[in-house]
């Protein structure tokens, strides 16, 4: 079963995204796209400093500071970051994304050159958060007073970069998430901006890109390093408290801002 989006991309199941997450953190599935990794090219190290490279738009995230209750992954995040970086090589290799960007994307909407097509040279930038408040305003709302749980399972090397992978231990929790979405990419509003389901949902948390090419010798480094992160991940508990979501605008990936009239939605 398949929960379907608008235009043919569909959102997976509850058990499919489970068994995706944890096959996507194995360690011949880390060992397969290490080997493959390359450079992201989000950010450049001049000699003294990370540069961040223009990527412009918006997005419905849930980040990881909005809830007291994430601090504990939050340390933990910091901890795995830490890590990455006195273990990985080259020095300069990996850009670890600063703390107060982590966060789950909830819903892609436009970036980079669609962004520059269908909002910036269509004039609409101002407007766009009312836009996207209307959707909310659409959207059912689970009747529920507990905040949405995904386990951290496991670190994840997927193309460009070094995330942590959730899994949903309760069914609900999942289906909140993806029938908001359904919800969202149903809008006729944002559907006429070009807005639709691109990707399914995936429940991650990127925490580094990898901004160098790199040797056979530092891939077989890369794939020891995080097998030995996710052994240690495996027998912790660290949980994401996902009370709600918003819309955040972005010049590059590692900043993503709020302003007060960027609308929210309370799962």
């Known amino acids: 079963m398949t929960i379907p989006g608008p235009v043919g991309i569909a959102d997976m199941c509850f058990k499919d995204h489970n068994k995706r997450q944890l096959f996507e953190i194995s360690p011949a599935r880390n ?63 990996f850009y670890l994304l600063p703390p107060e960007s982590f966060h ?16 910036l040279d269509a004039g609409l930038e101002d407007e766009y958060p009312d836009i996207v408040a209307n959707a909310f305003e659409q959207i059912a709302i689970w009747e529920s ?33 993806v029938s908001f979405r359904s919800g969202f990419y149903s809008d006729e509003q944002l559907a006429q901006l070009d807005i639709k389901m691109t990707r399914p949902f995936i429940g991650h948390i990127t925490l580094a890109y990898i901004e160098q090419n790199l040797t056979k010798n530092q891939k077989d480094h890369l794939i020891d390093v995080v097998s030995e992160i996710n052994e240690s991940l495996a027998r912790q508990d660290n949980y994401f408290f996902i009370s709600g979501t918003g819309l955040r605008r972005y010049h590059h990936l590692a900043e993503f801002i709020k302003q007060d009239n960027y609308p929210v939605y309370q799962f």
């Open 104 to 119: 789950q994307t909830v819903a892609n909407t436009l970036s980079a050159e669609r962004f520059k097509e269908h909002i």
């Open 145 to 177: 007073e507990e905040p949405i749980m995904m386990k951290m399972a496991g670190l994840s090397i997927f193309g460009t970069a070094i995330g942590i992978l959730g899994v949903f231990e309760n069914e609900e929790d999942y289906n909140r998430i």
């Open 31 to 93: 060992r397969e796209r290490a080997l493959a990794a390359k450079p992201a090219g989000n950010f450049i190290y001049n000699g003294s400093n990370w540069e961040p490279q223009a990527y412009e738009g918006f997005a419905v995230v849930s980040m990881l500071s909005e809830n007291e209750e994430n601090i504990p992954l939050a340390e933990r995040l910091i901890e795995i970051q830490n890590e990455l970086k006195y273990n990985l090589s080259p020095t300069h290799g």
